[in-house]
């Protein structure tokens, strides 16, 4: 017997789908400021670096065993590796090692980290059709913005509920960038994003896990596969988006449909993009950013009696473990990233590996650490007392994190950032061809050379 149910449609939805498309298929090349297209640079920097650092992880290597049972056809290169596989199994490995160690861009709005499901999309597809580095640009900017006014129109309601947002948005955002890439026109473009709405990826509960990452190169990989489909003439709704049993609605209570519209083709989200300075999840960073402070005034671990730490409570249930156990469970735990900005005065890589998560100094130093819940505090900030052996009282507020939009990353310092993660890997020569060829992107005949100094000999 069917059940008599009914869904609350929205019966003022507009046509999104139909609208995003549009976007994507008609806007022309370059359409944006100097300020959006060196974002679009800087993001795609960024994304390699990660990439290119993780490449030796143990998730890595897993995700290439399993697509080497397959036996794919090497058909696109994975980034700090010599091995070419088939470009949606690229699309995957690529997104995985690009979120392995949460250092990712982020869409500080939203959460939303949209370089790996897009670029680890476009870069796969561009590497077989030989598209040139503008016409990736193009679908970099543009496919970002799909993915973070969609995320827009249900934050936060849709993470409250659970979604790892990076890979439910992220799904239409490697759509869109390739159905562009692929010069497919609107009705296409609109069959691309339908495919892609039936298949958002990621949820919370992965969080300190393997799968974590797994979610943008599943929706890299996800999003590659819609465009490619469309493409040959598969179809989809054109409402599935917005339709009342459609994405949005079934996703999210919370559907802002002017989030979608509202200056659309003029702002662009990618120039709300941030980078991390910390390899941890955003909302530790204020923590670390106050225990640099704190070191940068002389206090030493050996002086603490105590820390108290005030945060948003967002920041506690994310981060909140207070004895993690390895170098993953580091990278969720508050605690952790105040003794790593205290203690060395950075928190890279190295400072979530399992022997320095284990280290007794540290172990020591995280049970000094009193973390409560202040929801009068921002979850972009951090109220940090450090309380001394000597009586004193130290105190920092940090408002906005080194890495936010108030105080971004310079090119510099991302350069720098790329170097520490890539040299290990690819060594010195190479990143220094790697980092040139992605600030040269846009001007590029086709993703050669950035392809070919990012992956080892």
């Known amino acids: 017997m069917a059940r008599n149910t009914k869904v609350a449609a929205d019966p003022n939805a507009p046509p999104v789908t139909r609208t995003l498309a549009k976007l994507v298929a008609t806007h022309p090349s370059r359409g944006w400021s100097d300020d959006v297209e060196h974002q679009a640079h800087r993001t795609f920097l960024n994304w390699v670096g990660c990439a290119i650092g993780a490449a030796r992880h143990d998730s890595v290597e897993a995700t290439l065993a399993a697509l080497a049972m397959m036996k794919p056809s090497p058909q696109s290169s994975v980034l700090g590796r010599s091995e070419k596989v088939d470009m949606a199994g690229a699309a995957l490995a690529n997104g995985i090692s690009s979120h392995t160690f949460d250092f990712d861009d982020t869409h500080l709005r939203t959460i939303i980290h949209p370089a790996g499901p897009v670029a680890s999309a476009l870069l796969a597809l561009a590497e077989v059709t030989g598209a040139t ?72 509960e992965q969080f300190g896990t393997m799968t974590k990452p797994f979610h943008p190169g599943g929706a890299a990989r996800a999003g590659l596969m819609s465009a490619l489909l469309a493409k040959n003439g598969f179809t989809a709704s054109p409402r599935a988006i917005e339709a009342a049993r459609g994405y949005a609605q079934t996703v999210s209570t919370k559907n802002d449909w002017n989030e979608i519209t509202d200056q659309l083709g ?142 971004p990353m310079t090119d510099a310092m991302l350069e720098a950032k790329f170097r520490d993660m890539g040299e290990p890997v690819i060594g010195k020569a190479r990143i220094d061809a790697a980092i040139a060829a992605c600030w040269d992107l846009g001007n590029a005949k086709d993703v050669s050379a950035v392809v070919k100094a990012a992956s080892s000999s």
């Open 133 to 204: 580095g503008r016409q990736v640009i193009d679908a970099l900017v543009l496919g970002v913005d799909v993915s973070c006014r969609v995320g827009n129109m249900m934050y936060p309601e849709h993470y409250d509920r659970g979604w790892h947002i990076t890979g439910s948005t992220g799904t239409l955002g490697a759509a869109a960038g390739c159905a562009r890439l692929l010069s497919l026109d609107e009705a296409k473009t609109t069959m691309a994003l339908g495919i892609a709405a039936s298949q958002p990826i990621g949820m919370r």
């Open 266 to 407: 003029q702002r662009f989200e990618i120039a709300f993009n941030t980078y991390k300075p910390f390899a941890c999840g955003i909302v530790i960073h204020p923590t670390i950013d106050a225990a640099t402070q704190l070191r940068d005034k002389g206090i030493k671990p050996a002086d603490i009696e105590r820390v108290e730490l005030k945060v948003h409570s967002l920041v506690l249930e994310l981060t909140g473990k207070k004895e993690p156990k390895d170098g993953l469970e580091g990278k969720f735990s508050v605690y952790h990233g105040f003794c790593c900005g205290l203690m060395v005065g950075r928190a890279g890589e190295h400072e979530y590996d399992d022997a320095f998560v284990n280290r007794p100094d540290m172990v020591e130093l995280r049970r000094k650490v009193v973390a409560t819940v202040d929801d009068s505090i921002s979850e972009e900030s951090a109220d940090v007392v450090a309380v001394l052996k000597d009586g004193r009282r130290e105190h920092v507020f940090v408002k906005h994190s080194i890495g936010s939009l108030e105080r």
